[in-house]
């Protein structure tokens, strides 16, 4: 305990307060929610959330105290060993017809949500223990392969937003260690051919963007031609991979083009909050007043649509301070990765910037109807134990990482 006190000390603060901040919001909305006497007893979402933050903070603790040399050691022991922990699901059998969850002692819990972090911390150490000639394309394989596969293995469970959470933080962390913009834009590209696809002019366009930019690139030109061609074949691909998806995935993209599609259908949820926000106004309608919430008309309200229950009761000043103590965290996180000496130390405080970052951009933007609605939660506000438990591992590590040195 002596060398978690002397860390406690010497760490930014501030993070923790934005932490405990944000979690105190969540509460006051879950409370706000079961508030109805005949739900809030000590089985509701509102004390069960209460009693996480028991293990949460023993995982803050433990990856504070931990000596980062042994993080560093044990990198890919974790990443092996919650790999297969994501298998573990598929053995035991579906829940809600998803294989996500592991239950143990009565309490379950995702394994995926784990891996985000474990996932950053070995690509971390890969980065930083290899003489990576980094300019080349053949030394990012390997870190996208790392990647890759949990990922696939997530998208299988079926879980397609965290399988985007995960695949995240590769471009960041390669861009920090000094990877071409050219070989990052290879890696991004393809997405942007599968989205641009479903429409023939936004396609032309890219694709004539695509060109240009490889045409104006330092590269070779087989190089040129082959990723040219790459990207024509991916987006002539697309209505193949669209009809691999399920009818409910596709009608949520076409929902976030035209919302009025199907507005008890699809667009049912986004509505929803759409109107529980927008009714909201500057100071809300009041904590437990809120009507689309109380009357049950918001889905997920306690999970995937926390953002837009605090919007609706406690109005736009109080989501404006929400997403400024998020800015607030993730810039901090960014300023003490730059100011870092240790190479290993800085990935993991870049690699937990784009988790927090990727999570609420995605979360509130399904909130808005700017994405497609995904069941991906906002950190330290959406209920979920081991969601909870993770960001404030995550918290943990990034305090110890950016006070201890390697070695």
Known sequence: MRQFFRKLKEANLRWVFVALALNGFGLVALYSIGSDAEELSMNSRFFKHLLWLVPASGAFIFFLAIPVRVIHKYAYAAFGLVLGL???????????????????????????????????????????????KIKSIRSVIVP?????????????????????????????????????????????????TMITAFNFYTFTFWIVLVAVILYLSNTTFRAKLSNFFVNIFIGLLTPVLWGQLKSYQQERFLVLLDVSRDPRGAAYQVIQSQTAIGSGGFFGKGWGRGTQTH????????????????????GFIAVCLILLLFALLILDLIRAAYVSSERFSSLILIGIATLFLTHMFVNVGMTINLLPVKGL????????????????????????VSVEALE
Not at 88 to 113: D, N
Not at 119 to 125: E, F, K
Not at 164 to 184: C, E
Not at 300 to 313: A, L, Y
């Open 377 to 400: 939660p906002l950190p330290f506000l959406s209920y979920g134990g081991s969601f909870l438990v993770s960001c404030y591992a995550m918290i943990g590590l990034a305090m110890n």
């Open 295 to 314: 009357l049950k008309f918001l889905p997920e309200q306690e999970t995937d649509f926390i953002f837009s229950v605090i919007g609706e009761e406690l």
């Open 86 to 132: 994501l298998f573990v699901p598929h053995l035991t059998g579906p829940v809600a017809g998803t294989y996500r969850w592991i239950s143990f002692g009565g309490v379950g819990f995702q394994p995926s949500e784990i891996m985000k972090w474990v996932l950053v911390i070995a690509l971390a150490r890969y980065l930083s223990d290899h003489n990576l």
């Open 144 to 192: 996208i392969l790392i990647t890759l596969i949990p990922a696939v293995v997530i998208m299988r469970q079926p879980d397609l937003g965290s399988a985007i959470i995960v695949v995240a933080p590769i471009i960041s962390l390669l861009y920090w260690v000094g990877a071409r913009s050219f070989h990052i834009f290879i890696l991004v590209a393809p997405i942007l």
